[in-house]
């Protein structure tokens, strides 16, 4: 079992940046596919980005050059960095996990993972 806690949402202006941070629980951290999802009011849950057990990272065309994903497997981390935001980028972001360790298909839907975390509020003022 697998928990998820992000953090570090919140108000930003137009332009401005944000890190977003999921804590994973679990000993196998660093053999699983992380991802990135994001929901707008009365929108479907939509990709964002995620990284692989071999750190080889893919982005939403929305979010290229400008989001960027990490992980720290140390400290059973994965992170967010957004620059550059804009107002279409308000959302709920929500952290997930794919159950399959050393997965060799790269998961860029929601129903492709298993473990999700409660969400965090990111809202960007035009």
């Known amino acids: 079992q697998v928990q998820l806690v992000e953090s570090g949402g919140g108000l930003v202006q137009a332009g401005g940046s944000l890190r977003l941070s999921c804590a994973a629980s679990?000993?196998?951290?660093?053999?699983?596919?992380m991802g990135w999802f994001r929901q707008a009011p009365g929108m479907e849950r939509e990709f964002v980005a995620v990284?692989?057990?071999?750190?080889?990272?893919y982005y939403a065309d929305s979010v290229k050059g400008r989001f960027t994903i990490s992980r720290d497997n140390a400290k059973n981390t994965v992170y967010l960095q957004m620059n550059s935001l804009k107002p279409e980028d308000t959302a709920v972001y929500y952290c997930?996990?794919?159950?399959?360790?050393?997965?060799?298909?790269?998961?860029?839907?929601?129903?492709?993972?298993?473990?999700w975390g409660q969400g965090t509020q990111v809202t960007v003022s035009s």
């Open positions: 990284i692989t057990w071999g750190l080889s990272t």
């Open positions: 679990g000993r196998t951290f660093s053999s699983v596919t």
């Open positions: 997930a996990a794919d159950a399959v360790a050393y997965a060799i298909v790269v998961p860029t839907t929601q129903y492709e993972y298993d473990y």
